[in-house]
């Protein structure tokens, strides 16, 4: 018997679970004929469902090279799925297995209720790109079907629910029909009454405690609910919790990720927002390509989470710009925990409420625009590298979503960013890039005078014109508005470098490297001009070391070098600098970079001069 899978990939394979190379359209029209009562349908309302865009005449000639081509397979598998007449296909449904026939399938309510729930997680037909209109609104219709069906199960299997497992199954299968359905009061009313998940526990003291998720903070809910009202549920802004990821051997990660899903189920009660399913956020944690799944599902919010030797450490993150709105450590001590579930879900709650009312213009801003944003994405994503090539690409991109959305103030300020990077790596003191760049930033900071984003690139900018305490306030300014945003304390950080301060310098960046682990070049290479100045060479050297592409702090590295006596690493680095930048000049370019003590320029040109520039 054959064995036909529709939920995640869709997929044939035999007995022996080889898959069968069977044609992409046969697998649909199998999989339609399958969802049919009589399992069979006549050529003509085949060939309108896969074609339905084609002419008819068009469509039936497709129909009919498809029949052959399933007519060869079937000669060399010897097992027809089709029996196919000159008017009519039907499915031999003897001849096959289908992952479907689990949502009806004669399991205890419980088992019924995992395996449906299991099935449900891989989406129907997930790896099919639906080519007409009718196969689009055939998938959507099952998916609806099934939710339905996972929900008649969930509600048979709840009063059977006896141990933890039983509750996490009831859970699960719970918070993957909420974030289809934010509007489900009864399953969020369902959750919150779960036993075990400490929402329903009896504890008034807790429950004293912690905020009244259904009557949040006035103000910004009030305000929430006004921009809410009357929107329908799929414009709810989405949040998710990713579990925690471990960080060297350390015990208790399953203790953390139950906690995180705890809180999932407890932030179900708002009804300004839609949670993503634990599920789908394992899935989201694993991906390598974080930031476009995250965009694919429209997220706008994320919880990130690392569990080390010293607790767990939470952030939240407004995704369309990158802003950490608060960051903080948990310690994960057995009886700390139930205060700690407390304590983050109050904490989400508040800042969600928060920002929320303070970001919805601008999330409804970009919504209204996906070009725009996609465009920004891009560029952001091309920002990582801090060459020319990649800086003017990302130029493009930013360009590109002002297009679309003249009013965007993360992708003037991303433009902005592109011009003080170029007038950086090139090193050639071009005012007019910084004169760019510095009407990019007002622009940005017009379009919104809240955005930490704008703020910061007109700091980089004023820096690098010379007006160094104006940079400090701008940048202090910016961290006061995020004052978990990585990118704006590594900018500021590195403002104080050119201020003479490279001592709280070297403190920021290393604040802003622990708020981002697996640090940008560009927070290393700040690292290590501040370690040069603070004439800690060695440390310096460390971290240009740690750069995936040292190119643009060659000639730090160069100096550094110089200055403990190592002339040869000294003279590799300067030769790597030389290569990228022949025409560069050492007086040149100390006249224009902004150091506002003297002895900082001396320093760096006896480190250059030694190194043989």
């Known amino acids: 018997m054959l064995y036909l899978q529709t939920f995640g990939d869709l997929r044939l394979s035999d007995a022996n679970g080889n898959a069968i190379r069977y044609p992409a359209k046969g697998l649909v029209m199998v999989a339609y004929l399958f969802s049919r009562k009589t399992h069979e349908l006549s050529r003509h309302e085949l060939s309108e469902f896969l074609w339905a865009d084609a002419e008819a005449e068009l469509s039936g000639l497709n129909l009919r090279k498809l029949i052959s081509r399933i007519r ?23 001849a096959l297995a289908v992952d479907l026939q689990a949502l009806d399938s004669a399991m205890p309510p419980l088992g019924r209720l995992r395996a449906i729930s299991d099935l449900l997680q891989r989406d129907f037909m997930a790896s099919v790109k639906p080519s007409t209109r009718s196969i689009d609104n055939w998938i959507t219709a099952e998916r609806r079907n099934h939710r339905l069906k996972l929900r008649e199960v969930l509600f048979n299997a709840l009063p059977h629910a006896q141990s933890n497992d039983d509750v996490r199954a009831i859970s699960t299968a719970g918070l993957y029909l909420l974030e289809n359905d934010p509007g489900d009061e009864e399953i969020r009313e369902m959750l ?78 708002l009804r300004n927002i839609s949670i993503v399913a634990p599920h789908t956020a394992e899935q989201i944690r694993r991906d390598s390509d974080k930031a476009q799944v995250v965009a694919r599902h429209s997220i706008s919010y994320l919880l990130e989470t690392r569990l080390s030797t010293e607790g767990l450490y939470a952030q939240l993150i407004y995704f369309p710009t990158d802003e950490v709105i608060w960051a903080t450590r948990f310690t994960m001590t057995s009886d700390a925990l139930p205060t700690q579930r407390r304590l983050i879900a109050q904490r989400l709650t508040f800042s969600l409420v928060q920002e929320l009312a303070k ?15 996609h465009s920004y994405l891009v560029g952001a994503s091309l920002m990582g590298k801090l060459t020319l090539p990649h800086i ?83 940048l202090s300014l910016a961290e006061e508005l995020s004052p978990h945003f990585a990118d704006v304390i590594y900018s500021h950080a590195d403002t104080l470098v050119h201020a003479s301060r490279p001592g709280d310098a070297l403190s920021k960046i290393k604040k802003a490297i622990s708020l981002n682990p697996i640090s940008p070049d560009a927070y ?26 040292k190119a643009p702090a060659h000639r730090i590295a160069a100096a550094s070098f110089a200055m403990i006596g190592d002339r040869k690493r000294a003279q590799f680095y300067r030769q790597r600098a030389e290569a990228l930048n022949p025409v560069f000049d050492v007086e040149k370019w100390l006249s224009v970079v902004p150091f506002k003590e003297q002895w900082q320029r001396d320093l760096y040109r006896e480190g250059l001069l030694k190194a043989g520039f």
């Open 72 to 94: 060869q397979i079937d000669d060399d598998t010897n097992a027809a799925l089709l029996q196919i007449t000159s008017s009519s296909i039907r499915l031999r449904t003897e």
């Open 192 to 269: 919150r009454r779960l036993p075990g998940t400490n929402l329903a526990d009896g504890d008034r003291r807790e429950k004293a405690s912690r905020p009244k998720i259904d009557a949040l903070p006035s103000s910004p809910q009030d305000a929430l609910v006004r921009i809410e009202a009357g929107k329908p549920s799929s414009v709810l802004p989405r949040v998710v919790l990713l579990p925690p990821i471990p960080q060297g051997h350390v015990a208790g990660l399953a203790i953390a990720n139950a906690l995180i899903e705890d809180v999932t189920i407890e932030l179900c009660a």
């Open 524 to 549: 290393l290479w700040c690292a290590a001009g501040a370690c040069y100045f603070l004439e800690q060479y060695e440390d310096a050297i460390d971290y240009v070391e740690a750069m995936k592409d």
């Open 359 to 373: 970001n919805e213009q601008a999330r409804l801003n970009i919504e209204a625009n996906p070009q725009a944003y």
């Open 392 to 474: 003017r690409k990302a130029r493009s991109a930013f360009k590109e979503a002002l297009r679309h959305n003249s009013n965007f103030s993360p992708a003037l300020a991303g433009l902005a960013r592109t011009y003080t990077s170029e007038w950086l790596v090139t090193a050639q003191g071009n005012e007019e890039l910084l004169r760019l760049a510095e009407t990019s930033a007002e622009k940005a900071i017009e379009g919104d005078s809240i955005f930490a984003g704008g703020h910061r690139e007109l700091g980089v900018t004023k820096l690098y014109l010379g007006d160094v305490d104006h940079s400090v306030s701008a």
